[in-house]
Every structure is written in C-alpha cells, then in structure tokens.
C-alpha cells in the first residue's frame, strides 16, 4: 500500500461516521470514571515508501495487560487538558517518535477495559517521516511493524467466541500480525479502524 497515496487519502476518514462495533458489548462503569488513558495507532511510510502502523509487546511485569500486544499509549497526567496530549506523549516516550511529527487524524471509539479499570481513548495518526524507533526499556519489550495492507487481509483475521458476564456468548476478533496473536481492545480497536479505513481504500 503505497504511503504517498494513503496519507492522501486518510483524512477523508474525517467526515465519515464511527461504525460502532464491538465496543458495546462491555459493562460500563460511570461516565465521571476518572482513570482515563490515550492510545495511538501511527500509520507511517518504511523505507520503500509502503504503509505501516506500529504496535508494541509490553514487558512482562505482571500486570494486568503483562505480555500484551498493544498499541504505544497510557494513562493520563493531570495536567493534560486532552487525551490527545496524552496520546502522542506516551507514543514518544515508549517508542521514541516525536509528537511534533505526528499528525492527528481522528479520534476513535472509546472502549472501557475491565482488567486495568481504564477508559481507553484510541487515535488515528501519520507521520510522513520513516520513523527511527528508541524503546522505553521498562515498558515495551519489543515492536511489531505491520504492513498496512495486512489490516485489510482476512489471512489476518479469524473471529473467535468468547462469554462475558453482561452479554453472554460474544463474537470477537483476534488478529495475527507475524505470528503476533492481537486480541481483546487493541483488536476492537483494529476491527473497527479495519471497518473505517476500508471505505476509503476499497
């Protein structure tokens, strides 16, 4: 997928609606909740000018999401007016790109993870430059550089039926990236950019 043509393309995602998947099917806790965190997924050219988007294995510290695949973000500082601050500050500290490269696109759905007790606020992002990475050694264990064309490739994808405590038997999907296996809200998040970019490259 040529970068050239996509960053041109990507901002038309502006205007179009959230599809509003998967994410409902969740208990949610009070809207004032206030442990909030910002996640971005960056999209970005390698150096044969072909689309990617990153995302990290976080290190194994025994926490709820220990070993996961996700993409670079957390929580929110106090001083942070916008969870997009939050966002980009997290995506340079865990993985080195700085926020003044990066271009905001869109906002996405917010999701509530039950493990960590945290509201989830995702962004879509680019950056026009090859990106030279520098690993926060205490938080992410390693990157994963996914083609963005595998986001669209249902090789990647499976559906997989899970049971949860407000809505029974779920169908969710699971994504695998490189023998990645992509699972819980990173995947939700993926599934409903899949659905939201689609539109515009299809």
Same mark, same amino acid.
């Given at each position: 997928m040529d970068f050239l043509e996509f960053s041109t393309q990507l901002p038309k995602i502006e205007k179009i609606p959230l599809p509003g998947l998967l994410r409902d099917h969740q208990s949610i806790p009070?809207?004032?909740?206030? *442990?909030? +965190?910002?996640?971005l997924c960056l999209f970005y050219p390698n150096l044969n000018g072909k689309t990617q988007f990153v995302l990290i294995r *976080?290190?194994? !510290? #025994? @926490?709820?999401?220990?070993?996961?695949?996700?993409?670079? #973000? @957390?929580?929110? !500082?106090?001083? /942070?007016?916008?969870l997009s601050m939050t966002a980009l500050r997290e995506c340079e500290e865990e993985i080195g790109v700085p926020r003044e490269i990066i271009e905001l696109?869109?906002?996405?759905?917010?999701l509530y993870i039950p493990p960590s007790d945290y509201w989830v606020q995702p962004f879509i992002a %680019?950056?026009? *430059?090859?990106? /030279?990475?520098? %690993?926060? +050694? /205490?938080?992410? +264990?390693g990157i994963i550089e996914v083609p963005a064309k595998d986001l669209f490739a249902n090789l990647h994808l499976t559906m997989e039926i899970i049971q949860t405590p407000s809505f029974g038997s779920v169908n969710v999907p699971v994504f695998d990236f490189q023998g990645n296996r992509v699972w819980g809200a990173t995947a939700l998040? %993926?599934? /409903?950019?899949?659905? %939201?970019?689609?539109?515009?490259?299809?």
């Open positions: 009070d809207p004032n909740h206030p *442990r909030w +965190a910002g996640v *976080r290190q194994s !510290d #025994g @926490g709820p999401h220990s070993g996961q695949v996700s993409f670079p #973000g @957390g929580r929110r !500082d106090h001083d /942070e007016v916008d696109i869109k906002p996405m759905s917010k %680019l950056t026009h *430059r090859v990106p /030279e990475f520098f %690993l926060q +050694a /205490e938080e992410v +264990a998040m %993926l599934y /409903e950019m899949r659905q %939201l970019i689609g539109q515009i490259i299809s």
